[in-house]
């Protein structure tokens, strides 16, 4: 029962929900229908200053008025005037309770309202932003009355640039709050992301902290050319109004250079430096301009129509220059395989192109049109640079990390320089002192063989075998310590493999392996012949002993870029990467009998005639070894 009552509960909190929601979407749907759009409307310049003081009725009844249409704004003055009156006519009935007048844009700097000959409305602004929203409630008996208006301008544009709307007050203060509050949240989140930069600078090394706040500065300032264009702080917050227009101003030249010397800074300088010289020529100006407003703001706007020609209608040329020349040398660096070029030209030309076309419209309409579209255009190019700097950092990151892996091999590669110099420094010296010993103990074994018993004989024999190997290694030593290269010729190694072949096939034959070689002739190298033979004999056997049932060995060279390259492969039992960094370290083997000298030798060789060589190998697949010499042929065979 009690979870019953409790479902019924939530259904019908739903339901109240629901209902609630059809209720308010049905009352929104009919404020609409009650609204009336008013599209046209009668305008009259204004003969002298005296007539605001005239009595109302009297302006009503003079003349002549001109009808105009709800976006067509008026410029120019064949008045010597910059101030009008305007007047519309309120609807003949008024279904409203508490009903209102909305303006959504009109040009002015001082506007003042009256309806019966009373003032009900009044703003008169001290700053240059001439973008107004206007929101005056009314009663309902005041439908049919004129309403007239009195606007005056510092600029040769006036009048209503959208419908007049009369409404529900309630539903008209909704939209009046929030029209334009997304500016205000999306110049606030592009600031806010950029003093999360701007505290992550503490934590970047010193060269990467010049990009970072470039870009964080470039942030602040689309940000706050964003909010202080919005004609929301104005319409709200309007006594603020010279603070934003000074705050505009000053972003936006900050901004333009900014932008050109990311450009610069990440992809390039362009052609012939071209990128480099237009962003000091827009710092220069960007100074004038600043030097400018600030003489303008202490003469209280008495140089305001040669700062506007600098700041506004020069500067706008500029603009348009700037799009044009970032676009085409993104383009030009994208063509030329620049990866950031390509992502930073998508950014600029979603922007600029936005840009481009918005200021070619503006200077079409005479300065008449309210710029807005730039503000997505915006959103494409941050959204570029972030992912252009993060795939700078990743790329720099990623550069740390093989530099990190170069520096660990080069470090290893010195350890066993230096390991190999000290063994061959050893070898050289032990080898001749244990070698003599040998021989001597050799004779006589050889010699107590010759007089002893046959029991006696097997174990003369194992000694005699222990000291062939004893010998051995200490060739291999000495092998190592002096390569013995005097005698070098010119080989060619189609010649050389053929009596390698002649070795190490039978041995093959003995392991259940086949040998496959293919060796062009006329691959020649220098060097001496029997040490040739010796480094790749070994290596060809350790292949041999490495290969299981069904093995194989493919052996063959090619002529490559002023080196001879020899691959040998083998599908044998592989090695993983630890024992593949062992290799060539004395007394390391794999085999039970092994040392690891051979190996050293190998490289030790090959390292004596200039060469090298690399191991790619997979447990349980095989090995491959790649052995680079230079080429001693005068031209590259076809």
């Given at each position: ?39 046209r ?17 009297d ?102 640039a ?49 990009d ?23 319409t ?11 705050l ?185 002192e ?21 029991k ?8 005699l ?52 070689t ?27 002993e ?49 040392t ?27 090995t ?15």
């Amino acid at each position: 029962m009690k979870w019953f009552s409790k479902k019924m509960m939530v259904i019908l909190i739903v339901v109240l929900m629901a209902s609630s929601n059809v209720v308010s979407a049905s009352n929104t749907i009919e404020d609409r229908n009650k609204s009336i759009e008013i599209k046209r409307w009668q305008f009259m310049w204004e003969k002298s200053n005296s007539e605001e003081r005239k009595n109302i009725s009297d302006i009503l009844s003079s003349g002549p008025w001109t009808w105009r249409g709800s976006s067509q704004v008026i410029t120019g003055s064949n008045q010597r005037s910059y101030t009008l009156w305007l007047k519309f006519r309120l609807p003949a009935t008024i279904d409203i309770s508490t009903p209102a007048i909305f303006i959504d844009k009109i040009y002015a700097k001082d506007i003042s309202i009256y309806l019966d000959n009373v003032l009900i409305y009044e703003n008169n602004r001290s700053h240059t932003y001439d973008a107004n929203r206007i929101l005056v409630a009314v009663k309902p008996e005041d439908a049919g009355k004129e309403l007239l208006m009195r606007v005056h301008s510092e600029r040769d544009r006036m009048g209503m640039a959208e419908e007049i709307i009369v409404g529900k007050y309630q539903t008209l203060l909704k939209k009046f709050v929030k029209e334009n509050l997304i500016d205000i949240i999306f110049g606030s989140s592009i600031i806010f992301i950029a003093v999360v930069m701007f505290i992550c600078t503490f934590f970047l090394r010193k060269e990467q902290i010049r990009d970072w706040l470039s870009l964080d500065i470039v942030l602040v300032a689309i940000g706050t050319l964003i909010i202080t264009y919005s004609p929301y702080l104005y319409t709200h917050y309007g006594e603020y109004g010279n603070m934003y227009t000074a705050l505009f101003d000053i972003a936006l030249l900050i901004f333009l250079p900014g932008l050109t010397y990311i450009f610069e800074s990440m992809i390039g300088k362009g052609y012939r430096g071209l990128i480099s010289h237009f962003r000091k020529f827009q710092m220069k100006y960007s100074l004038l301009c600043l030097i400018l407003m600030f003489i303008n703001m202490l003469l209280d706007n008495a140089f305001y129509g040669i700062y506007y020609i600098v700041s506004v209608t020069v500067l706008g040329v500029f603009i348009i220059i700037q799009g044009i020349l970032l676009v085409v040398n993104a383009v030009y660096y994208a063509i030329k395989g620049n990866r950031d070029a390509v992502i930073m030209a998508t950014g600029f030309a979603v922007f600029s192109l936005v840009i481009i076309t918005e200021f070619i419209w503006y200077y079409s309409q005479n300065g008449n049109h309210e710029l807005f579209l730039w503000k997505w255009g915006v959103m494409g190019f941050v959204v570029s640079l972030i992912v252009l700097l993060g795939r700078k950092f990743a790329l720099n990151h990623r550069r740390v990390v093989e530099y990190s892996k170069e520096l660990e091999r080069f470090n290893n590669e010195l350890q066993r320089s230096e390991k190999m110099d000290i063994i061959s420094e050893l070898a050289a010296s032990v080898a001749h002192e244990v070698r003599n010993p040998l021989q001597v103990t050799r004779g006589f074994l050889q010699l107590l063989e010759e007089k002893s018993q046959d029991k006696e004989k097997g174990y003369l024999q194992l000694a005699l075998e222990e000291l062939e190997r004893a010998s051995n290694i200490i060739t291999d030593f000495l092998t190592f310590a002096k390569p013995g290269l005097e005698q070098i010729t010119l080989l060619d190694i189609s010649k050389e493999f053929k009596h390698i072949e002649g070795i190490l096939l039978p041995l093959a034959n003995f392991e259940g392996g086949t040998v496959y070689t293919n060796i062009p002739s006329g691959l020649m190298i220098h060097g001496n012949s029997s040490k040739f033979k010796q480094a790749l004999i070994n290596m060809i056997k350790n292949s041999i002993e490495a290969l299981g049932d069904e093995g194989l060995i493919r052996i063959w060279a090619y002529h490559d870029g002023g080196e001879v390259v020899v691959h040998i492969h083998d599908n044998g039992q592989g090695m993983d990467a630890e024992e593949i960094m062992r290799l060539g370290e004395p007394y390391y083997s794999n085999k039970t009998r092994g040392t690891g000298l051979g190996l050293m030798v190998t490289f030790r060789i090959i390292e004596s005639m200039d060469g090298s060589v690399t191991f790619e190998s997979k447990k349980g697949v095989g090995t491959e070894a790649v052995i680079r010499f230079p080429s001693a042929n005068k031209s590259e065979p076809l």
